[in-house]
């Protein structure tokens, strides 16, 4: 009798090994869901390339450089000069600089060099994104969680009191600027001072806590931080919310539902928000990357050590491969929030196939 557990001959385990290689390949260029992934990477592909060439003729369109000061120094020599410019590639057209920093980041997945900090761009920016981003992702979830309750309130208590009061309320945050909103906020920490830190991300202890105490001590560090990135973007999303959810409401199929007897609550949260949170899921893409913009001030008043204090100090000492990285970040911030709501937009609509969310 033959062993039904003897080992499979090495024809037959090397069949089934390629079998396994194969299958992604085969689920990228047979399937609904690969051909879109493969569509959107060649769009992010073609975008970045066009972002990146575009950014860096316009970098190029300012007058001076990096080595202006030094330039203006009697005390530096014109050979010392010219060997910075050599050692920085400055030497070179603005043609071969771009696509030599191109062909780097193909090849190598380098930045290049920062000028100011003489180190690896792709090291600066390894320490500074986990900071904007985790500011980021906070401030999301913050304006979500405030706007997107505030805005079923107003929408369902239409034209009362409540309502009145929240629309004056998003009026009023959403014509605040976050540079106000930041000094705002640091007049309050002053008055309230030792309440809220200001300054860093981290108290001068942090090393001495447990793990418990290092996320509580960076949490309560980002509150007001936090704080500025999201009151205006709360607004605007609340009173989205609310014209959304509204509009939904008087739509004959809640009228039917309300008519076969159904709670009003089961007819809000299950019927009608599904439908009207739609179009807030596709700005959360566009929301996603405006929020780096914001970070630059929100991070300059709280000495939050993200991108937004090294991206100004790169634009101030023109630290060209440092800008073109910086503004590359908000390109894939953009691509990465869009891909991110078609997702979403997918799971929470079933009616919407990946395939026309774009």
């Given at each position: 009798m033959t062993d039904n557990l003897s080992p499979l001959p090495q024809g037959h385990r090397q069949t089934k090994t390629l079998r396994w290689l194969l299958f992604p390949v085969l689920f990228l260029f047979t399937t609904e869901t690969g051909l879109y992934l493969i569509k959107r990477f060649l769009q992010a592909v073609l975008t970045l390339l066009m972002a990146s060439a575009l950014c860096f003729a316009v970098i190029q369109l300012a007058p001076g450089d990096f080595l202006d000061a030094a330039r203006q120094n009697p005390q530096i020599s014109p050979e010392t000069i010219a060997d910075l410019e050599a050692r920085f590639g400055m030497d070179r057209s603005p043609f071969e600089q771009y696509f030599k920093w191109l062909g780097q980041i193909i090849s190598q997945r380098d930045f290049g060099q920062s000028f100011a900090y003489n180190r690896s761009i792709t090291s600066i920016l390894a320490e500074r994104i986990p900071a904007t981003l985790l500011l980021s992702v906070a401030s999301i979830f913050v304006t979500w969680a405030i706007a997107i309750p505030l805005g079923i309130v107003a929408a369902v208590n239409q034209n009362q009191w409540s309502d009145r009061i929240l629309r004056v309320l998003s009026y009023a945050s959403q014509g605040i600027p976050t540079l106000i909103t930041g000094l705002v906020l640091l007049f309050f920490a002053q008055?309230?001072?030792?309440?809220?830190?200001?300054?860093?991300?981290?108290?001068?202890?942090?090393?001495?806590?447990?793990?418990?105490?290092?996320?509580?001590?960076?949490?309560?560090?980002?509150?007001?931080?936090?704080?500025?990135?999201?009151?205006?973007?709360?607004?605007?999303?609340?009173?989205?919310?609310?014209?959304?959810?509204?509009?939904?409401?008087?739509?004959?199929?809640?009228?039917?539902?309300?008519?076969k007897g159904l709670s009003e609550s089961r007819v809000i949260y299950v019927h009608a928000l599904r439908n009207a949170v739609n179009p807030l899921i596709t700005l959360l893409g566009f929301e996603f990357s405006?929020?780096?913009?914001?970070?630059?001030?929100?991070?300059?008043?709280?000495?939050?050590?993200?991108?937004?204090?090294?991206?100004?100090?790169?634009?101030?000492?023109?630290?060209?491969?440092?800008?073109?990285?910086?503004?590359?970040?908000?390109?894939?911030?953009?691509?990465?929030?869009?891909?991110?709501?078609?997702?979403?937009?997918?799971?929470?609509?079933?009616?919407?196939?990946?395939?026309?969310?774009?």
């Open positions: 008055l309230t001072t030792p309440l809220f830190p200001v300054g860093g991300m981290t108290s001068i202890d942090h090393d001495d806590l447990n793990a418990i105490g290092k996320i509580l001590d960076v949490g309560w560090h980002m509150i007001l931080p936090t704080l500025a990135l999201s009151v205006t973007s709360f607004a605007g999303l609340q009173r989205i919310m609310r014209g959304e959810l509204l509009d939904v409401l008087r739509q004959d199929y809640i009228q039917t539902a309300r008519a405006n929020l780096l913009s914001g970070a630059f001030i929100t991070e300059t008043f709280f000495d939050w050590p993200g991108l937004g204090l090294l991206i100004l100090q790169a634009f101030q000492t023109q630290d060209l491969y440092l800008v073109m990285a910086s503004l590359m970040m908000g390109a894939v911030m953009l691509i990465v929030g869009n891909f991110l709501a078609d997702l979403l937009l997918n799971i929470v609509d079933p009616r919407i196939t990946l395939t026309k969310t774009n």
